[in-house]
């Protein structure tokens, strides 16, 4: 297979003159034991104090800011995905979105190239692996020139497909291989919302489901160089809806679930061996009734192998006192796999209808969430995340530039990587006429 290179080529040199224009730009949260806990909570006060006093020290520092975007389709709930950055301090090549055409419908992958300053459609792609249409899919990143990609069928039929983008031969955009087990997806339609998948390396991968019981089902797959994918190992947890899976290490991801009853949300650690065998670890479960919430994301925080403890954050749309929020939700996870509740926080803008999340390598989570049909207005707003005085409370914003969202769209985000002084996100929704919008924002880093 052959790489294009031209493209690369073009977006490093684009790159370099953005870095060269924004460089005057540049702007500057207890874990198994109480002293691990307590030396966290410094190392995290320290990062966030020096960030500040960058922050401060720059008149320039900027709010999210839209950069360029794509619109077509039609497209009903995308999700999307970036390939892996060729280094920590970059950007990734390349984006994928994977959405239906119409409710219930088989779905579309897009993959464009971004090259700096635009995003270049490469290719679409339809896929429809089973029996009938989609129930549900997911879309996550594998490396540098993959991501990968979970669809379950008509018949709660689990398909597990990696894409690979950025060749010349055989194309540009193609399926390399596809895996399949039976009984492992939901009975209904739950769309973006129904499957969840990651990577735990090039060659490891997990997913969660909500299978035809009800109950959670997490599950490993293989996948060698060439793209060829074989399901290995099984486990099944309790009644569950809208699961959520994040690897935070090569061998350990956490799944984020609500109960089907009882208003409990919980956050399952499990443990993957070299064969791709599944042990669950710790958990833990927290009351939801005090805000009615639902589970709509979660992302790792870069603490990777910090005193051997990570740290995950789940966004949800909370109603409180009758209006509908976004909230976020921090949780620590210890090597050994102990969850440890961390601390919450709540946005002021009311009337939200979707919300999902990413981290920047600074700590500062970053969310966009839309807004449902208010007085004859649908829009969105991209925020920017801080932990201070025990909460998580919003310190910059934009209101979501472009084509508003439609009233049902749910929203995707992923985090694409930085420069020199900004973070980059790619944020896919469906806009008012039912077009696939996928834009690339950057934040203060």
Do not use: H
């Not at 549900?136 to 983008?165: C, F, H, K, P, Q």
């Not at 009984?183 to 769309?191: D, E, F, K, Q, Y």
């Amino acid at each position: 297979m052959i790489r294009i290179t031209g493209l690369q080529s073009t977006q490093s040199k684009e790159r370099q003159s953005e870095e060269q224009t924004t460089e005057n730009r540049k702007g500057g949260k207890g874990g198994a034991a109480r002293a691990i806990r307590s030396t966290l909570g410094y190392l995290r006060w320290a990062t966030l104090s020096l960030s500040g006093l960058f922050l401060a020290a720059s008149t320039f520092a900027q709010a999210p800011k839209l950069l360029y975007s794509y619109t077509g389709g039609p497209a009903v709930g995308p999700v999307v995905a970036t390939t892996a950055p060729t280094s920590p301090c970059c950007r990734a090549a390349y984006i994928v979105s994977m959405s239906q055409k119409g409710i219930g419908g088989p779905v579309q992958l897009y993959a464009w190239n971004d090259a700096g300053t635009t995003l270049v459609n490469l290719a679409k792609e339809n896929w429809n692996p089973g029996s009938g249409n989609a129930l549900a899919y997911g879309i996550a990143t594998l490396d540098a020139n993959r991501v990968v990609a979970a669809y379950v069928d008509e018949t709660s039929t689990l398909y597990l497909g990696v894409w690979a983008v950025g060749y010349t031969t055989p194309s540009v955009f193609y399926l390399q291989g596809q895996s399949s087990i039976t009984a492992s997806g939901p009975l209904g339609p739950l769309g973006s919302q129904g499957v969840s998948v990651t990577a735990l390396s090039s060659s490891e991968v997990a997913t969660a489901t909500e299978d035809p019981a009800g109950n959670l089902r997490v599950q490993t797959w293989n996948i060698d160089s060439s793209g060829s994918v074989t399901q290995q190992s099984t486990a099944v947890a309790g009644s569950i809806f809208y699961p959520y899976i994040v690897a935070i290490n090569s061998n350990q991801v956490v799944t984020a679930a609500d109960a089907l009853t009882g208003d409990t949300r919980k956050l399952i650690v499990w443990k993957m061996d070299s064969a791709g065998g599944i042990t669950r670890q710790g958990s833990l479960g927290i009351s939801n009734s005090d805000s009615t919430a639902l589970l709509s994301g979660i992302a790792l925080a870069p603490l990777g192998g910090l005193l051997g403890n990570y740290e995950v954050m789940t966004a949800e749309l909370a109603i409180i006192n009758g209006q509908t929020l976004t909230e976020v939700t921090s949780w620590e996870i210890s090597s050994s796999g102990q969850v440890t509740l961390g601390a919450k926080g709540t946005d002021i803008e009311q009337s939200a209808s979707a919300v999902g999340i990413a981290w920047t390598p600074n700590l500062n989570p970053f969310t966009a969430t839309l807004s449902a049909d208010k007085e004859g207005y649908t829009g969105g707003i991209m925020e920017m995340w801080k932990y201070s005085g025990g909460v998580w409370s919003v310190f910059d914003s934009n209101y979501l530039s472009g084509n508003q969202p439609s009233s049902f769209s749910t929203v995707g985000v992923a985090a694409e990587g930085t420069d020199s002084s900004r973070a980059y996100f790619v944020v896919a929704y469906t806009g008012g006429a039912g077009n696939l919008n996928v834009q690339v924002w950057s934040a203060p880093f």
